[in-house]
């Protein structure tokens, strides 16, 4: 079973750029597929970034210029690189999994989620 933990949320100016980190102590990791979501204070959580279990990448459309998914398999970890960051990209990212998931943007379909990182962005 997938225990996600995310790390790299904190606080960064505005233009700058972060990566956070997903990392999946279950065994299963190179069969499932991983998305990142998040969510702002007083929205709903929201699809930024997802990647399957094939390495196929999914990018919200908002996000696709600013942000890169990736994932390496030897260490059980997926990335979310954010670059020229924001006041509005400040929340919680949370990081999902799927087992067998191509890479989805809904997040009703994942099975597994972490506790979350808050990123705060300071203009």
């Known amino acids: 079973q997938a225990q996600l933990t995310e790390y790299g949320g904190g606080s960064v100016q505005a233009g700058n750029s972060l990566t956070l980190s997903c990392v999946d102590s279950?065994?299963?990791?190179?069969?499932?597929?991983f998305g990142w979501f998040r969510q702002a204070p007083g929205k709903e959580r929201e699809f930024v970034a997802a990647?399957?279990?094939?390495?196929?990448?999914n990018y919200a459309d908002s996000m696709k210029d600013r942000v890169t998914i990736s994932r390496d398999n030897a260490k059980n970890t997926v990335y979310l690189q954010m670059n020229s960051l924001t006041f509005e990209d400040t929340g919680v990212y949370y990081c999902?999994?799927?087992?067998?998931?191509?890479?989805?943007?809904?997040?009703?379909?994942?099975?597994?989620w972490g506790q979350g990182t808050q990123v705060t962005v300071s203009s």
């Open positions: 999902a999994s799927e087992n067998r998931g191509p890479g989805s943007s809904r997040a009703n379909l994942y099975d597994h």
């Open positions: 279950g065994n299963l990791f190179n069969r499932d597929g």
């Open positions: 990647i399957g279990w094939t390495g196929r990448t």
